[in-house]
């Protein structure tokens, strides 16, 4: 950049002498209203306000321009760290607009001006109806946040009295870390913080009841949030695309959650409010561990399953199962769905019927998740006749999955339960000596094979062979007692 801006300066100096003279004391070369070059290494340079057109568009380098025409200043491109607009007529004040009362017309053109790269602070002056403070472009009567200079970086602290942030207001501020909300704050315009790729801080304060479509989307460096007590909406795709590692809603407060506002796939677990009514599709499908709530919401499974389209073939079948705690009990379903059994499994789950946690296996889409989720259930302890009846019958199938796909931990358990045979447990300990696939259905992904695991490979020997003593040992027992 520093290389750019000396050859443009050099270029300059070589004028012959007649051309050096139309040069301005401020930096700008003038030909009758246009202007034709402006000196970027000059630290600020202001325009004659007779200028109405520019045939030199790039203020790439240049700290600060003053300039007398919004017109003109939508001529260029790469806008200054630093603008200062005296322009009285910029923009207007419309009073049938009831969201932030300005022009929608007006502000779209400054919204443009001051979404483009290199700007981190506006001044405006002359205006009657707006006003800038700390760079920034409010309504003249603090009440609106319209809009923020898109390079703006590090910690924003919106001003007590603000009761709206305009739509867009900060999109696109990339270098944003942190922003903090007045109390006085009401509402979030759509996207108004779309793509700010490193904001990692939100103070929500104590005033805003609804976060609007799109408001946080794509803020990659959003990890955790607060979500406050009187917020209520939390509307279409707020936090989608974000990679939320922790969400911490409070007790009694969101009443409604849109689709896509948290569709992210960094969540561990998540804690839903009692006071939650709806929930739309696709929120929470890819949470790692469990979901806790003590009230099922409307539309609850819609939103936390998935198209059998959206899973590979060849998915763990684990990753594909989803934990629930419900009002402390704990139980397992499938991510995807049969086709048509969504209001049923709502039913069964929104109306806390108990008896039928354990036959969630039976709705899965997926022959390996249905034998997870069997498995699972039985060990959770949410039994009923069809649940155990289905273990005896597919105990090899269940060991062979949990094995081929390493999830030792649960093989243990499920070993424990007694229903694996002899025999599974003796092929098993066969196919990881001799290093042969446990599992038919993994042999065209042999990724997911625990024969790359060597550790998990021993630990699954140990607790195979600690199984077959224990058989030994029990049968000897028998004999001994007959």
């Known amino acids: 950049m520093e290389k750019t801006s000396k050859i443009r300066y050099q270029d300059w ?104 790269d290199g700007m981190e602070w506006m001044e405006l002056n002359g205006s009657k109806d707006y006003i800038t403070k700390d760079g920034i472009l409010y309504t003249k009567d603090m009440r609106s946040l319209l809009r923020c200079p898109a390079a703006r970086a590090g910690e924003v602290v919106i001003p007590k009295g603000v009761k709206f942030i305009n739509e867009k207001a900060f999109s696109h501020c990339e270098w944003i870390s942190s922003v903090v909300f007045p109390d006085s704050l009401e509402a979030i315009g759509q996207q108004a913080f779309a793509g700010c790729h490193n904001l990692k801080h939100i103070e929500f304060g104590n005033g805003i009841k609804k976060i609007n479509c799109r408001c946080f989307e794509l803020c990659w460096g959003l990890e955790e949030i607060n979500l406050p007590k009187q917020l209520e909406i939390i509307d279409y795709g707020a936090f989608s695309g974000c990679k939320l590692r922790k969400i911490t809603f409070a007790e009694n407060g969101v009443k409604y959650i849109g689709d896509n506002a948290f569709n992210g796939k960094d969540l561990g677990e998540v804690t839903l409010p009692e006071s939650l009514e709806y929930i739309g599709a696709q929120n929470f499908q890819s949470v790692k561990h469990i979901i806790r709530l003590k009230s099922v919401p409307k539309r609850f499974v819609i939103a936390i399953t998935g198209s059998s389209f959206m899973r590979s073939f060849y998915e763990d079948p684990m990753q594909n199962m989803i934990v629930l705690d419900i009002d402390g009990k704990q139980l397992y379903m499938p991510r995807t769905l049969k086709l048509g059994t969504e209001h049923l499994v709502q039913k069964i789950l929104q109306d806390k019927i108990e008896d039928s946690y354990g036959i969630m296996f ?54 424990q339960t007694g229903f694996v045979s002899h025999r599974t447990l003796s092929l098993m300990l066969k196919a990881l000596e001799d290093g042969t696939d446990t599992n038919a ?18 630990t699954a020997k140990a607790y195979i062979l600690k199984a077959l003593n224990e058989q030994k040992n029990k049968n000897n027992e028998e004999l001994h007692i007959s």
């Not at 259905?441 to 021993?458: C, F, M, R, V, Y």
Request: with cysteine; aromatic share 6%; glycine share 4%.
């Open 13 to 116: 100096s070589s004028s012959n002498d007649t051309e050096e003279k139309r040069w301005s004391k401020d930096g700008v070369k003038m030909s009758g209203n246009t202007i034709v070059a402006i000196d970027v290494t000059k630290k600020k340079v202001t325009i004659p306000p007779y200028a109405t057109n520019t045939e030199w568009k790039n203020l790439w380098g240049l700290e600060c321009l003053e300039i007398s025409s919004i017109n003109l200043l939508a001529q260029f491109t790469h806008l200054p760290k630093k603008l200062i607009l005296n322009d009285p007529n910029a923009l207007k004040l419309d009073e049938t607009d009831i969201f932030c009362r300005h022009n929608v017309n007006s502000v779209a053109k400054i919204q443009s001006v001051l979404g483009q």
């Open 362 to 415: 039976l709705y899965a889409n997926s022959g390996r998740c249905k034998l997870v989720v069997a498995a699972m259930s039985y060990i959770a302890g949410n039994r009923n006749a069809k649940l155990v009846k289905f273990v005896e019958e597919n105990e090899k199938a269940i060991s062979n999955t949990l094995l081929a796909y390493g999830h030792i931990k649960e093989l243990s358990e499920f070993i």
């Open 441 to 458: 259905a993994l042999k065209n992904n042999p990724e997911a094979s625990i024969l790359h695991d060597e550790g998990k490979q021993t």
